[in-house]
């Protein structure tokens, strides 16, 4: 949705409440509310929103599509090369792009994206590797740990997402109370124009009232004087 001013917005800003004007139009609102949304979103793509980390699951945590997960296996008979093909070659589809890495003490990490429908717990997806290293190379896999790989500020995205919420609700009250404000004001204004105009309308009412039989006491005498006898 566009944020920018409109012709009626610069109309608006130019009136007084009470001639239909606005201090705050709805597409400055917009724009308040846009401008602060990315200065808290922008803490996600910060260098520290952008610092790797990994969060540690529990064997029945689901694993969510599109997310980067390690799996550790201690595996002593196995290489990077036949676990990586007992992966390609057995594992479920919904493990993408997998990748090996050997750790000290003759385990290995699978890292992988996983790309399902979110029904696939960690304890499942483990056994699935475990099954596919012993049908394929026969690689006796015994499962460690699972964790999800991330960013500072993907883990903080929940908080972010309700701190932009908060942040609308705020902008909003702060554009009804500077319009609430400013009508106010405005009424006062008309109120003040109003009772000063009348005040002079009721002293030129009674001058008139007062000096029109002279003006005209004036003008019948002038037509006297003029007029041949």
């Known amino acids: 949705m566009s944020t920018s001013p409109t012709i009626s917005d610069y109309i608006q800003n130019a009136l007084p409440t009470w001639l239909g004007g606005s201090p705050v139009t709805a597409n400055e609102q917009q724009q308040n509310q846009a401008a ?47 676990l990586s093909s007992d992966i390609i070659g057995q594992a479920p589809n919904f493990i993408v792009n997998p990748v090996v890495v ?17 029904s696939d717990v960690v304890q499942d997806v483990a056994s699935s ?41 705020d902008q909003s009250l702060l554009a009804s109370q500077a319009n609430a404000a400013a009508t106010a004001q405005d009424t006062a204004s008309l109120t003040s124009f109003l009772t000063g105009s009348f005040f002079w309308i009721v002293i030129a009412i009674v001058a008139f009232l007062f000096l029109a039989p002279k003006f005209l006491d004036i003008g019948e005498r002038g037509k006297r004087l003029t007029s041949p006898v």
């Open 36 to 82: 602060a949304a990315a200065e808290i979103a922008a803490v996600a793509t910060s260098p520290g929103g952008l610092q790797a980390t990994s969060t540690l699951l529990a064997n029945d945590q689901p694993l969510v599509n599109g997310q980067t997960y390690t799996f550790t296996f201690l595996a002593p008979g196995a290489t990077v090369d036949s």
């Open 102 to 118: 050997p750790i000290s003490g003759g385990g290995f990490n699978v890292t992988f994206i996983y790309e399902g429908d979110g």
């Open 129 to 169: 590797i475990v099954a596919a290293g012993l049908a394929v190379n026969n690689d006796q896999l015994g499962f460690v740990s699972a964790s999800q790989t991330s960013t500072v500020g993907q883990v903080l995205q929940p908080t972010i997402t309700a701190q932009i919420s908060a942040s609308n609700t």
